[in-house]
């Protein structure tokens, strides 16, 4: 029986990870901070099937000691501070967390589990002012934002670890990924919940920034496999998990009220407190690498996602009402 550890586990993607970890008869230990309250929700109903270990991407030892403890055979740094919006505001943070964070996982594997296999959660967001489209693995990076910055930092110490170390660490570059699961916080998730509290009569608006934006957006739970995947592949090494498909946000908009028979004009008001700084306007990935290394490809299309999102949350909010 294999073991894993996740960091992040908590989130969307962890959850959805150790879903298909446990459906494949890992032993998985899931790395939660220490704190009054413990939030569970996304995997309360796999908590009995787990174990889950106290640390924190910013305690050095405590993650030496999960690795000792866990004793794993494949290691998933999911953790970050992963808002976008976030990132602007606290930005020295999200350095610590999501840059300097994967050091620490790097360096506690090196120590403890240098044959474990290392899987880093590298972004789209890297891209930033996109320098070619569609983006593959050899796209030049030039990132928007506090968070891409540390995403790109976390990505190229991965990349040196893994060379100087001859560590198995890959790094997945993962486009858009949603699901019911998703934080309020992103666009994504906040249209679906707003769709659905506003067919409910709880509100009557839903305020936006740019709706021009566009996105490549798949399934998290496809993506998870996708991680697994490179995990498995005998030789570390970087892939981009998309769908190589572009939406804007105004397509996500419709197709969300649509769903739920609204009309978007008459709910949708443009906010100055939504526009990012430096926007990134375009960001479409292409996984043929994924396809052919791999045989990866996502499941799930633009439309079926949408709606997955916008039946949960209207399922949701009417248990609420």
Do not use: C
Request: glycine share 6%; hydrophobic share 40%; no cysteine.
């Amino acid at each position: 029986m294999k073991s894993a550890l996740i960091t992040g586990i908590t989130g969307q993607d962890g959850s959805y990870l150790a879903e298909l970890l446990l459906q494949k008869g890992y032993r998985v230990y899931g790395l939660t901070r220490r704190s009054s309250t413990v939030v569970t929700d996304r995997i309360s109903h796999l908590v009995d099937r787990m174990t889950l270990l106290s640390g924190d991407l910013l305690d050095q030892p405590s993650l030496v000691e999960a690795m000792e403890v866990s004793k794993p055979d494949e290691i998933y740094n999911l953790a970050a501070q992963s808002f976008v919006q976030t990132s602007w505001n606290q930005p020295v943070l999200t350095a610590e967390f999501t840059a300097t964070g994967v050091t620490r996982m790097l360096e506690a594997m090196k120590k403890a589990a240098p044959k474990a296999r290392f899987y880093q959660a590298s972004s789209s967001e890297m891209y930033g002012k996109v320098q070619a489209v569609p983006q593959v693995e050899s796209t030049p990076f030039y990132p928007r934002s506090p968070y891409g910055v540390a995403k790109l930092y976390g990505h190229w110490i991965t990349v040196n670890y893994r060379e100087s170390f001859n560590l198995h660490a890959s790094s997945g570059i993962l486009f858009n990924h949603e699901s019911p699961r998703r934080g309020l916080e992103f666009v994504t998730r906040k249209i679906t919940h707003h769709v659905a509290m506003i067919k409910h009569g709880l509100t009557d608006e839903l305020r936006l920034g740019n709706l021009d934006a566009r996105r490549d957006w798949g399934f998290a739970g496809d993506y998870v496999e996708a991680m697994w995947l490179m995990l498995q592949h005998d030789k570390p090494d970087d892939f981009v998990v998309a769908t190589n498909e572009t939406h804007t946000v105004q397509e996500f908009v419709e197709l969300a009220f649509g769903f739920a028979d609204l009309d978007w004009k008459k709910y949708v008001k443009i906010d100055e407190r939504f526009m990012r700084p430096a926007e990134v306007d375009l960001l479409i990935g292409d996984p043929k690498k994924a396809k052919q290394k791999l045989n990866w490809e996502p499941k799930t299309s633009f439309r079926d996602l949408v709606k997955m999102m916008v039946d949960s949350d209207l399922a949701l909010i009417k248990a609420r009402v």
